[in-house]
């Protein structure tokens, strides 16, 4: 496997490059401009408080919205701590004769954006490859064997020369050591 670029970040271009996709992935979760505006501004100061534990695995900007995603969290934790969940409103009309809002627990789910899960995907699918070469040889050649190239078990054993037993002892272990690969290098991102 070919090595994997190491990102780099750059705070002084934060604003000029991130800010107005950052705003928008905000006030879409949010509805709410001002609240928004506050939560990028946290995530930028997060951000340059954080700069130390930037490994250079993601790009800037996955990071960047990794922390605006807390962010966000943080803010609904907080709402729901103050207010019961179905007191919660969402605005859909500022103004008119349709001005309203909705109760959240009855509110329409918010489309999914294609582009972040897109990028992550991509991230998660990096960090897998990255987990199955980090597996001893045996391990990794009989995983790829039966789950990327769907060989018949029989055919496994046979080509390996080891037992059927031997071959789902092998499969489980490689599978815990991936999970706990993928665990430590991409849920806790």
């Known amino acids: 496997m070919t090595e994997q670029l190491k990102h780099e970040l750059n705070p002084d271009k934060w604003v000029k490059l991130h800010a107005d996709f950052l705003f928008q992935y905000a006030v879409t979760r949010v509805s709410n401009h001002d609240m928004a505006k506050d939560l990028v501004q946290e995530t930028f100061f997060s951000g340059l408080k954080g700069i130390d534990g930037f490994r250079g695995q993601a790009a800037e ?3 960047l919205v990794s922390i605006l995603k807390r962010k966000i969290i943080d803010y ?7 207010k019961g969940k179905s007191e919660i409103s969402m605005s859909f009309f500022e103004e008119g004769e349709n001005q309203g809002a909705w109760i ?17 995907n991509r991230e998660l699918r ?14 990794r050649i009989v995983f790829l064997l039966k789950t990327e190239s769907q060989y018949e078990s029989e055919d496994i054993c046979n080509e390996l020369g ?9 499969i489980h272990r490689a599978r815990v050591q991936l999970r706990k690969c993928i665990e430590t290098n991409w849920f806790k991102r």
């Open 76 to 82: 609904y934790r907080k709402i729901n701590s103050t």
């Open 104 to 120: 959240e627990a009855q509110a329409p789910k918010s489309w999914d954006n294609f582009a972040d899960k897109e990028i992550e």
């Open 162 to 170: 080891i037992s059927p037993s031997n071959l789902w002892v092998i």
């Open 126 to 139: 990096d960090v897998l490859n990255e987990c199955i070469h980090k597996l001893p040889e045996k391990y």
């Open 61 to 63: 900007r996955t990071w």
